[in-house]
């Protein structure tokens, strides 16, 4: 079982930027598809942004323009790097290793 550790939520303004990191306790971290999903109030977890085991990055509609992901293949790490913000984008925010799930981080865009 791999630990994912989340960091990087938070408060933003309408507009803002924040980026959220998952450090991952993984052997042959760059072997495995990663990814980054969110759960509002009320709704169901839906995906944000995944890097396939292939590379191929996929986004949801919503955030494509405005949000990134990326690695850091030294460092074990990846991230969510978002732009734009909007009220709609608040949610919890997990990242997921294969099959393993970060504790999520809040992130809270005020109008």
């Known amino acids: 079982q791999v630990q994912l550790v989340e960091s990087g939520g938070g408060l933003v303004q309408t507009g803002g930027s924040l980026r959220l990191s998952c450090a991952a306790s993984?052997?042959?971290?760059?072997?495995?598809?990663m990814g980054w999903f969110r759960q509002a109030p009320g709704k169901e977890r839906e995906l944000v942004a995944i890097?396939?085991?292939?590379?191929?990055?996929d986004y949801a509609d919503s955030v494509k323009g405005r949000f990134a992901i990326s690695t850091d293949i030294a460092k074990n790490t990846f991230y969510l790097q978002m732009n734009s913000l909007k009220p709609e984008d608040t949610a919890v925010y997990y990242c997921?290793?294969?099959?393993?799930w970060g504790q999520g981080t809040q992130v809270t865009v005020s109008s």
């Open positions: 997921k290793y294969n099959l393993d």
């Open positions: 993984a052997r042959t971290f760059s072997n495995s598809a």
């Open positions: 890097i396939g085991r292939d590379g191929n990055i």
